[in-house]
């Protein structure tokens, strides 16, 4: 038997329910009996419920999992829920956007969907709105699934007496009583933009269609915009948001180890990660991939990436020189210009040319722009310099360049890094490229057609990339699994993060660039296609001038047969 406290003890004393199910629903079910002819001692609680909201829904709410029996369960509130809870009240009260991601199954829905339940029914002026990836994750009558069948089924669960005026449609519940409401509609580029709203939810943002754009035109209904999912890869909104554009203040992460449940029998294995019996049990039931996704919230290791995302991540990010000489792991910024019939360079914080290494006497380099209009809004153009016998970037440009100033700077970077190999994409703004390179005398490339094993140059300026898209990819992708060459640039690696295999085709996932990408993939297949010299670097250097240093070095004693054979 639980002990009800009577009205007049209220004023005093705290109802607090029992998180043991048995005693709960006891609780439960005595609490509605004293109730049912008691309208004093229903206003009291109903006061308890406005005030405590884990007391309403621990008294109240009730979930529904058809994997157990019985189905319809009370809701008990674990720790992480209270937590998610506190969490979901701040974000609301203080105006704040959140980003929670989580393990699969951690009944952060729920939680979610029984606080706007609480503030409906009690807190005049909430307005809200909800959104999933479908029309059916959103509202679809008789499937729990849905967003609006949960909140349904919270005001089935409720006694009569506490429920407010109100009505129920579909994507549709409103409380006439306070003037709330909840609304909600299925991905599009213009949701939420048409409402204002106190607070807006969208469940599964990381797989859904448009995410940047629902971000966007949400910040402009709400104050506080909460999305919540499982990690779907590094190329997505869901991802930038939470490693990139939002405090940390405002994420939240619940992994599986804070359930009680999925925690029983909780231990360590060697390299320190957490294990369990349930997660043992899941592991051995899914693949790398979804364990990663759904368990772990792993996003390099989740999704659908191009590349090898941890092979990426390892890839060493040089840092801008803060004084000269720089150190290892760092580039120069500035730019070229032409003086007396030399290009040279010169260090300045407003050039846009990245100097990762310098030429020497015997770099053998390719050049590759991939060209953009040059606009704020649009696509990015880029320039990317690599050494033939390395891979690895010696040089690059990226950002809002218009095709007149690219092919200039790509023109310089030829001339600079040994009259280097150079060229860009065969059409649009790349025509105007090319032609301006061969006019200026560069050493400008001709496409080659190597489907038939061949790699004849062809009469036509530039590269062809739609001919070659698929294999200078599959090459760059084996070079980065292989560690083959060097990425060094900060913004090179977000692009190959941020670069998905989507409807069969490798691309940019939204809101995401590939331009760079593209620059370093085109260079690649130069390379390819016109490889490294040996020959040519012995021709280059020059063996009386190796004797006259090594002269130099002996204090002018030169020794005959002491030049040393180079080894390539």
């Known amino acids: 038997m639980v002990e009800i406290l009577t009205p007049n003890k209220l004023s005093q004393d705290k109802l607090v329910a029992p998180k043991k199910q048995e005693a709960n ?18 206003a009291h609680i109903n006061h308890l419920c406005e005030i405590d909201n884990k007391f309403f829904f621990n008294t109240f709410l009730w979930t529904y999992d058809p994997r157990n029996a019985p189905h319809d369960l009370p809701f008990i509130t674990y720790d992480h829920e209270d937590i998610l809870i506190d969490w979901i009240v701040e974000r609301i009260d203080l105006k704040r956007d959140g980003h929670l991601d989580k393990t699969r199954d951690m009944g952060v829905t729920w939680t979610i969907l029984g606080e706007f339940f609480h503030y409906w029914m009690f807190k005049g002026g909430f307005l809200a709105h ?31 007496w506490m429920l407010p005026q109100h009505e129920v449609r579909f994507k549709r519940i409103v409380n006439y009583s306070m003037n709330n409401s909840i609304t909600g509609e299925s991905a599009n580029k213009n949701w939420a933009r048409q409402g204002r709203y106190k607070v807006v939810f969208y469940d599964e943002f990381a797989v859904t269609e448009y995410a940047e754009d629902i971000w966007t035109s949400a910040g402009d209904s709400s104050p506080s915009r909460i999305v919540v999912g499982t990690p779907n890869g590094t190329g997505t909104k869901f991802w930038r948001l ?10 939240m992460r619940l992994h599986w180890s804070l359930h009680p449940d999925k925690a029983k029998g909780i231990y360590k294995d060697k390299a320190g990660n957490f294990h369990s019996p349930w997660y043992d049990n899941e592991c051995a039931r899914r693949t790398p991939q979804e364990i990663a996704q759904e368990l772990d919230i792993d996003y390099l290791a989740s999704g659908n990436p191009f590349f090898d995302l941890n092979k990426v991540d390892e890839q060493k990010e040089w840092t801008l020189a803060k004084s000269l000489p720089k150190k290892e792991f760092e580039y120069e910024l500035g730019i070229l210009a032409k003086v007396s019939g030399e290009v040279k360079f010169r260090g300045t914080s407003t050039g846009v040319i990245m100097i990762f290494e310098h030429p020497s006497i015997i770099t053998q380099a390719v050049v590759f722009s991939d060209p953009a209009e040059g606009l ?16 690895n970037l010696l040089a690059a440009v990226y950002g809002k360049i218009p095709p007149d100033e690219l092919a200039e700077i790509e023109w310089l970077l030829s001339l600079y890094y040994k009259n280097a190999l150079c060229t860009s994409e065969m059409g649009g703004y790349g025509l105007a490229v090319n032609q301006f390179l061969w006019e200026h005398g560069a050493n400008t490339f001709r496409d080659v057609d190597v489907r038939q094993g061949g790699a004849k140059e062809g009469k036509k300026l530039g590269f062809n990339t739609k001919r070659h898209r698929a294999e200078m990819l599959r090459l760059a992708e084996e070079e980065i699994r292989n560690d083959a060459c060097e990425l060094r640039s900060r913004e090179l690696k977000m692009e190959c993060m941020n670069f998905v295999n989507k409807d069969g085709k490798p691309q940019a996932a939204e809101g995401s660039c590939d331009d760079f990408i593209f620059a370093w993939a085109g260079a690649g297949f130069l390379i390819g296609v016109r490889p490294y010299s040996k020959h040519k670097e012995r021709n280059v250097i020059n063996p009386s001038r190796i004797a006259q240093e090594e002269n130099k070095k002996n204090m002018g004693f030169g020794f005959a047969g002491q030049v040393k054979k180079r080894n390539f």
């Open 130 to 160: 909800l959104g999933s990836k479908t029309e059916d994750d959103v509202d679809r009558t008789g499937d729990m699934k849905s967003l609006f069948e949960k909140l349904r089924y919270f005001i089935r669960k409720m006694p009569s």
């Open 25 to 42: 629903l006891i609780f439960r079910t005595e609490l509605l009996q004293k109730c049912a002819d008691d309208v004093e001692f229903q």
């Open 376 to 391: 704020e809004h649009g696509d990015m153009s880029s320039i990317v310099v690599r050494c033939k016998k390395t891979g």
């Open 242 to 251: 939470r490693f990139k554009e939002m405090n940390a203040q405002d994420l």
